[in-house]
């Protein structure tokens, strides 16, 4: 089992930053791979990134390639989304969310999620 719990939320204006953090409990072996997922007001559920716990292997999402940075530490069971730029589309509620396996950028894949933590950005 894992348990998944989001911080770091908040509002900020255009261009400035927010960090999110990702509290995980239960399971952290070597496969399990760590995803950050956002939903805006009606739209559906989008993947931004994932992690692999041991191997650090990223990806993201094209729109924010260069601007959001995964990273984790396995010392604190925590993984970290630095949102940088920051535009008013990246307004959301994000998850974080886990799967056993390589990364995957489909939603679908992932068996543990967070309630979420609601990022707005302003003009």
């Known amino acids: 089992h894992v348990q998944l719990a989001e911080s770091g939320g908040g509002s900020v204006q255009a261009g400035g930053s927010l960090r999110l953090s990702c509290a995980v409990s239960?399971?952290?072996?070597?496969?399990?791979?760590l995803g950050w997922f956002r939903q805006a007001p009606g739209k559906e559920r989008e993947f931004v990134g994932a992690?692999?716990?041991?191997?650090?292997?990223?990806y993201y999402k094209d729109s924010v390639k260069g601007r959001f940075t995964i990273s984790r530490n396995s010392a604190k069971n925590t993984v970290n989304l630095q949102m940088n730029s920051l535009k008013p589309e990246d307004t959301a509620v994000y998850y974080c969310?886990?799967?056993?396996?390589?990364?995957?950028?489909?939603?679908?894949?992932?068996?543990?999620w967070g309630q979420g933590t609601r990022v707005t950005v302003s003009s």
């Open positions: 992690i692999s716990w041991i191997g650090s292997t990223t």
């Open positions: 239960g399971q952290t072996v070597s496969t399990l791979t």
């Open positions: 969310a886990a799967k056993s396996g390589s990364n995957s950028s489909a939603t679908s894949t992932y068996q543990y």
